[in-house]
């Protein structure tokens, strides 16, 4: 009889910490229950692992392994042009199969993309890879943020919009930091090895996609003549009297900071300062991190000064950079660095609330996206350049002369606003 209590009482005590244990399971993992308010979560996780940019700091080094600096500059000038003309394919593409699956097929397109560059041993090996994974960011490119509009909306919560594009943001930083740092400290054990990763960290972005619920709402269909209309109405839009005054240090405040960040410029000028792989992997971080502290102070900024005003201040902020950039300064050269990388980073936003008050809701996100498309084509068209200068070491030159141009079209963005038209006498 005592045994049987006894075993009653190992029963009892066995079901309650199964009980116990299978709760606990299912908090670990409720975060990735299929709902469709669970998307929001696997957004911010979709965010962090599409940008652990642990090649960020290196890739130059890897890719001059197998070419110069003039063919690294045609590669480049192909795939974002690739990119550009991808943009109306891969917008069809989810709307005829989905956002959700959209973003798988981005996710294993990169992902493979960074694979083929990371063991390639040939300058065609690397230009595959990168237009794979040009494919890859073609399809990525707003199509993440319109199914999380998409859900909030589904779920009666698209004034959260604003607030989680802003906690994406935040966690993009610290995640771009990260990457930076860490990518430094594989290319020190083996240069491969920061692609691999990389390639790697695209495998939880797959599974974060699949875990997505495609929302029932879908606020647009793609259209060929909707998509060349909707440039038409961006164009016609940021040609507005209210918006005219800030048009040139719009285009050139984006335009130069996508060129500066986006292809060989950046990694180029550092290494011209003897910031190579190792000392990159350190000071990306800290720049990224100091101007995601620093762009806290926007709006106390924003209150003190007008756009107009605050705008033409980045520009000439970033006009510096590009010339201090110009003189062999060594060490001291993350003055100019920090300087266009702040300017970059608070045109951004400040671009998008200029646009926000100036332009009416029912054509914000068309201005938005055009002023976005138009920022990419100056470096399709000069990424040739750049890389014949990086070849016969004239990316000194390049530098004065992008800070001259800055400056000479803030002078005409501020002439303009000051000048204004006489009205025409009645008869």
Not at 74 to 92: H, K, R, V, Y
Not at 308 to 328: D, E, N, Y
């Amino acid at each position: 009889m005592k045994k049987h209590f006894h075993f009653a009482i190992i029963q009892l005590w066995l079901q309650a910490n199964l009980i116990k244990k299978t709760h606990y399971i299912k908090i670990m993992f409720s975060p990735f229950k299929r709902t469709k308010e669970s998307n929001i979560k696997l957004y911010y996780l979709l965010t962090i692992s599409t940008n652990l940019w642990f090649g960020a700091s290196n890739w130059l080094y890897v890719w001059r392994r197998f070419m110069s600096f003039g063919q690294l500059g045609w590669i480049d000038a192909i795939g974002f042009a690739f990119s550009l003309l991808l943009d109306i394919p891969t917008g069809a593409l989810a709307d005829i199969f989905g956002k959700r699956l959209t973003l798988i097929l981005s996710n294993v397109c990169t992902g493979t993309g960074i694979f083929v560059i990371a063991f390639s041993n040939s300058l065609t090996g690397i230009f595959i890879g990168n237009m794979i994974t040009q494919v890859g960011w073609a399809m990525y490119s707003g199509a993440s943020d319109a199914l999380i509009y998409d859900t909030l909306l589904d779920i009666k919560k698209e004034r959260l919009f604003a607030q989680v594009l802003a906690k994406a943001n935040m966690l993009m930083s610290y995640a771009a930091a990260a990457g930076y740092f860490l990518g430094g400290i594989f290319y020190a054990v083996y240069w491969r090895l920061p692609h691999i990763i990389w390639g790697l960290s695209y495998l939880p972005a797959i599974i974060f996609s699949y875990l997505l619920v495609e929302p029932i709402i879908d606020t647009e269909k793609f259209s060929l003549s909707g998509y060349f209309n909707k440039i038409r109405l961006g164009m016609r839009e940021l040609w507005l009297p209210q918006l005219r005054k800030y048009l040139i240090l719009i285009l050139i405040l984006l335009g130069v900071y996508f060129l500066y960040t986006w292809g060989f410029v950046r990694p180029a000028i550092a290494t011209s300062f003897g910031f190579y792989a190792r000392e990159q992997s350190i000071i990306l971080p800290i720049l990224t991190l100091s101007c995601a502290y620093l762009i806290r102070f926007l709006p106390a900024i924003q209150n003190r000064i007008s756009h107009l005003k605050g705008l033409t201040i980045l520009s000439i902020i970033m006009a510096a950079g590009f010339l201090f950039a110009a003189f062999p300064i060594g060490y001291f050269g993350i003055v100019p660095m920090f300087l266009i990388a702040l300017a970059g980073k608070f045109a951004t936003p400040w671009v998008s609330i200029v646009i926000n008050k100036e332009i009416s809701s029912s054509y914000r996100a068309t201005t938005l996206s055009t002023v976005s498309l138009i920022s990419k084509i100056p470096y399709v068209l000069i990424a040739i350049l750049i890389g014949q200068a990086a070849e016969n070491n004239l990316l000194s030159a390049f530098c004065f002369g992008l800070s001259f141009v800055i400056i000479i079209f803030t002078f005409i963005s501020t002439t303009m606003a000051i000048v204004k038209p006489k009205p025409a006498r009645s008869l």
